[in-house]
């Protein structure tokens, strides 16, 4: 009997439809193709579901996504709902769901494709071979610390807090993820923070140090996040896996996506404890200028999918076939418009997601 794996979709806004429609052609191939078959439900998030359902995320949403095994997400937000309530607005869905399922380790990989090495906007000697984990703290931190908010100060003046804020239990486990997953890498964990300027930032390196007393094989060396964004640009193949905080990790991860040629290209996988759920999303947002026009680029979506396929349906050798149909596609020169150089094959959305499973045929055979 076949095994039948539950994901919820949330497509979102702008491209993440889009973008969706092209990892359930992927999908649906799997399920013709070889024994793995998914259970799938869908429903709104973001922008979206605030135009159906008056919030960001509903209640009924949130219950069906703690229930199944993996959601999929599109991506949120875009300048039609700039004036709903701050805590309606689209990204609130999302950072709810992080919360409401205790996604607390964002993996965020940065590899640079073979043949995309001269997309990159760096040299390509500095981007050939590289492949970096970025594992970003993604309930914590600046994002959620109390207190927060605007206050009127009443004599013309107000004031705007956030606080960045983190416990020991917190680092622990984010330092537990990158540490496991360094020891099956090449053995380095970099730990990026501002101890020279918030206490946070030191409590962060020091607990970092005690967890790093279980992993004797791996090397672990602090970088301040200045330079650490720095170093990625000026010698990104240094690292191997770099462990932040929340908006650190927001930042420097875009940085990372940019070095393997887009930001299209680059996926993420969000976790909680072992087999508690699990958030599936491409890095870039809702890309709400080219929403609509058919030339957004799917691979962060679908290379989302190969991280479901590997971390939660245990699927390692759907997940390779995965990658690899995208790096074979590649390879044949096709590119969306964000990826695209002279002498190359322009194709639209959809024409690269059927020629992904077009190499999944291929590779397959
Ligand atoms: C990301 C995004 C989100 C974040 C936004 C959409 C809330 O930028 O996942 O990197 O800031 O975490
Ligand atoms: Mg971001």
Redesign the pocket.
């Known amino acids: 009997m076949s095994k039948k794996h539950s994901m919820l979709i949330l497509s979102g806004d702008g491209i993440g439809p889009e973008v969706m429609v092209e990892v359930k052609k992927v999908i649906a191939w799997f399920s013709t193709n070889t024994g793995l078959e998914f259970d799938i439900s869908e429903d709104h998030v973001g922008g979206r579901a605030y135009d159906d359902y008056g919030v960001p995320l509903s209640e009924d949403a949130l219950a069906k996504a703690k229930l199944v095994d993996a959601v999929m997400f599109g991506a ?2 875009g300048s039609k709902w700039d004036g709903v309530d701050y805590d309606k607005r689209p ?1 609130a869905g ?2 709810t769901l992080r919360k409401e399922l205790n996604l607390f380790a964002n993996l965020r990989p940065a590899m640079c494709f073979e043949p995309l090495v001269d997309a990159s906007s760096l040299k390509p000697e500095l981007v050939s071979g590289l492949d970096i984990m970025i594992v970003r703290e993604l309930t914590g931190g600046v994002y959620f610390g109390e207190p927060r908010g605007i206050t009127n100060l009443g004599n013309g003046q107000r004031r705007g807090v956030n606080t960045q804020v983190y416990e020991t239990y917190e680092i622990h486990r984010i330092a537990h993820v990158a540490f496991e997953l360094a020891k099956k890498r090449n053995g380095l964990v970099t730990s990026s923070e501002k101890s020279n300027v918030m206490e946070s930032g030191l409590l962060w390196r020091e607990e970092l140090e005690v967890i790093a007393k279980d992993y004797p094989n791996v090397r672990l060396e602090h970088m301040l996040a200045d330079n650490c964004g720095m170093q990625l640009v000026r010698a990104p193949k240094q690292f191997d896996v770099i462990v932040t905080d929340n908006l650190f990790g ?1 930042m420097l ?1 875009d940085v990372a996506a940019m070095l393997t040629g887009s930001l299209g290209m680059l996926p993420s996988a969000s976790l909680g404890e072992v087999g508690m759920g699990a958030l599936y999303e491409p ?1 870039h ?1 809702s890309a709400p200028d080219i929403a609509g026009k058919g030339i957004a680029n799917p691979i962060a979506t679908i290379l989302s999918f190969a991280m479901a396929l590997r971390y939660t349906y245990d699927e390692p050798s759907a997940a390779d076939l995965v990658e690899g149909a995208i790096n074979e596609v590649l390879a044949n020169n096709y590119r969306t418009a964000d990826i695209d150089q002279s002498g190359m094959k322009l194709v639209s959305t959809s024409e690269m997601g059927n020629h992904i499973v077009d190499a999944l045929d291929k590779l397959s055979n």
Do not use: A, I, R, T
């Open positions: 949120v937000g990204e999302l950072l927001d991860s890095v947002g």
